[in-house]
């Protein structure tokens, strides 16, 4: 198949209670995010489609956490997003198969430092379907990097969070030009 399902920053850190940075973690939980997710990584896999988690990360030392970039310049400081910690682990919760590709990125896009678009021309992928959190980061950025790259977007709106429903508006609205959005009920049928 040419389709690729993408799942972005599904960690303890972001979506965990405890995590460091899980201030809408809640709101994961609340609208069940990583249940829907699972549902499309399931379909995906009986489909044969490529399955992909990437999840921001930095190495224990933090050498290649920016020093400059307004959304990581806290986290050696706070000691957040270590790959080899708890916080920089994927949720439980998340169906990771043995058979699944893991990425680990350092900013926010997940293309941006990652061999992502080296597997995904690998395996003549033209379709990818983007899920996780949050929308008007990490899937944002990686949305519009990939139209950029030529591949067909979609986006699945209830299998991605953000903050408030106003910035998940925002993100829906800017990203309707160059992408398809799709409900979970709509694309797994």
């Known amino acids: 198949m040419d389709t690729a399902i993408i799942t972005l920053d599904i960690i303890n850190e972001i979506c965990h209670p405890d995590g460091k940075l899980a201030r809408f973690s809640d709101r994961i939980s609340n609208k069940k995010i990583i249940d829907r997710i699972n549902s499309i990584t399931d379909w995906g896999r009986k489909k ?3 399955i992909i988690h990437v999840r921001v990360g930095f190495r224990p030392s933090y050498a290649d956490a920016s020093t ?3 959304l990581f ?3 050696k400081k706070n000691r957040a ?4 910690e708890w916080g920089g682990q994927f949720c439980e919760t998340l169906e990771v198969l043995p058979d699944d590709i893991q990425i680990i990125k350092h900013r926010v896009s997940a293309f941006y430092g990652t061999d992502l678009d080296l597997i995904l021309r690998a395996n ?3 379709q990818l379907v983007f899920t996780g959190v949050s929308t008007n980061n990490a899937v944002e950025l990686s949305a519009r990097e990939a139209h950029d790259r030529d591949y067909q977007v979609t986006i699945v709106e ?3 969070e953000c903050a408030s429903d106003e910035e998940q508006a925002a993100s829906i609205k800017a990203l309707s030009r160059i992408s398809t959005w799709r409900l979970t009920d709509e694309l797994i049928q």
């Open 48 to 50: 044969d489609f490529l």
């Open 68 to 70: 400059r970039a307004t």
């Open 73 to 75: 310049i806290h986290a």
């Open 81 to 84: 997003l270590a790959i080899n």
């Open 124 to 126: 003549d992928i033209k």
């Open 158 to 160: 209830d299998a991605t």
